[in-house]
């Protein structure tokens, strides 16, 4: 467990890189092969508009790293944070930590966007896709990635946790970013198995259903626990149900284009009579 969070605190970029990357492309190849829907879409036009968010996304990660930085080496010296109340052995401390920042810098920050209106605005740009596949997962406002950071960095002070733990974590949630949006059903008749410990694809896929109140439920990033503990969890077992996007967002002109995605949060829409959602 030492030389694991050795690598995991000076780990080097390529690595981060190649696990990201390569879970995007794996997870692309697989659901083209064994797609869990046939969306009528252009795939890689689709794509286009996804990864330009990530790279506003990385711009902000960058930009606000050494601020994270700080933070973890500010907790480390003064053993400030919740893994130094009691002494407990490394393996412990991993688990509690990853655990901790997954509660803190996921559920809670993406239970919050939901329930603040001027912060649902900016993430109704992540639930505005109406064809979830691998690269959804990667499709956040600039205005949201800098809010993730914060209660990233958040997190950190609360927990006391250092480098290791937070690059370990943040390895597994690119990871699972990829895997619970993927236009498959890897696990397959396992999926519900796996769900009461991690997020699963299938349970994801609930959230992103277009209306209320699926879209209030599963918003767990790696542990599903979080939303069992809170009473957040839904699984539904006939996929067929779920149909993707938000209902105040569904024609292509307001779904699809980067204009008009980037100004989302700044804009009044009309909410349909049938939405549960607030309106302006």
């Known amino acids: 467990m030492e030389e694991l969070i050795d690598f995991f605190t000076e780990v080097p970029r390529w690595f981060r890189a190649t696990v990201i990357i390569g879970g995007l492309l794996g997870f692309w190849i697989l659901e083209g092969i064994v797609p869990l829907y046939q969306f009528q879409y252009n795939k ?57 920042m997954d509660l803190i810098g996921a559920y809670l920050i993406h239970l919050v966007e939901h329930k603040v209106k001027w912060l ?24 949201e990635a800098v809010f993730r950071m914060i209660f990233t960095i958040c997190a950190v002070i609360i927990i006391g946790a250092p480098m290791g733990i937070i690059m370990l974590y943040q390895t597994l949630s690119g990871l699972f970013a990829h895997l619970t949006h993927t236009n498959t059903s890897p696990l397959g008749k396992w999926d519900k198995t796996f769900s009461y410990l991690f997020v699963t694809p299938d349970m994801h896929k609930v959230h992103h259903h277009y209306t209320q109140p699926w879209t209030d439920t599963n918003y767990g990033n790696i542990f599903s626990i979080w939303d069992r503990l809170f009473g957040t969890f839904q699984y539904v077992d006939d996929m067929s149900q779920i149909k993707y996007g938000i209902d105040t967002h569904m024609k292509p002109e307001e779904n699809s284009r980067i204009g008009n995605l980037l100004a989302i949060p700044f804009q009044k829409y009309r909410v349909p009579p049938e939405s549960k959602f607030g309106s302006e």
Not at 60 to 75: E, H, Q, R, W, Y
Not at 127 to 136: E, P
């Open 44 to 100: 890689l036009k689709h794509a286009g508009v996804n990864l330009l968010f990530t790279l506003s996304t990385v711009v902000i990660a960058f930009a606000m790293a050494g601020l994270l930085l700080l933070a973890s080496d500010t907790v480390a010296q003064s053993q400030f944070g919740l893994l130094y109340l009691i002494d407990m052995p490394l393996w412990l401390q991993v688990v509690i930590g990853v655990l901790l």
């Open 120 to 143: 649902w605005k900016f993430h109704l740009v992540h639930h505005s896709d109406t064809n979830i596949d691998v690269t959804s997962g990667l499709r956040h406002h600039p205005g």
